[in-house]
């Protein structure tokens, strides 16, 4: 298993991640009920290599896919190999954590031009639909 990259040199080994296999569902035939091609990666949020206020965001960003254990779970069934869906999962992950840790800009509050106000008032002043402007 490979190392998660989550930007800002934040890089989560792949010692804290364990990789579960199971039997995928859905149509596959006889190999279906044989092969594990399943593959969920599970990591434990209090042992991720960052700040305290991080975790907390990543607990209440990420909170539907954490369990009381504090264990963040990502699964994938989605390839027909094993190796695809671990590949798929560690992606999945890898994503979820960097936008989780992200700070979101701040919006800055807007109003439409003096010029737009204007037309759109003499457009309704002569009864057009200012829609059709």
Do not use: H, W, Y
């Amino acid at each position: 298993m490979r190392d998660l990259d989550l930007g800002s040199g934040v890089i989560v080994p792949s010692q804290l991640l364990r990789a579960v296999t199971s039997r995928s569902g859905g149509p596959g035939g006889q190999n279906v009920n044989k092969v594990e091609t399943r593959v969920t990666i599970e990591v434990e949020v209090a042992a991720l290599p960052l700040p305290e206020d991080r975790k907390a965001r990543i607990r209440e960003r990420l909170a539907g896919r954490i369990n009381r254990s504090g264990i963040l779970r990502v699964t994938s069934q989605a390839a027909r190999t094993q190796l695809g869906n671990r590949d798929r999962a560690l992606g999945r992950l890898e994503e979820l954590l960097r936008d989780a840790i992200t700070d979101e800009k701040s919006r800055r509050a807007s109003r439409p031009p003096e010029g737009m106000k204007r037309q759109r008032l003499d457009v309704e002043r002569r009864g057009q639909d200012p829609k059709d402007m």
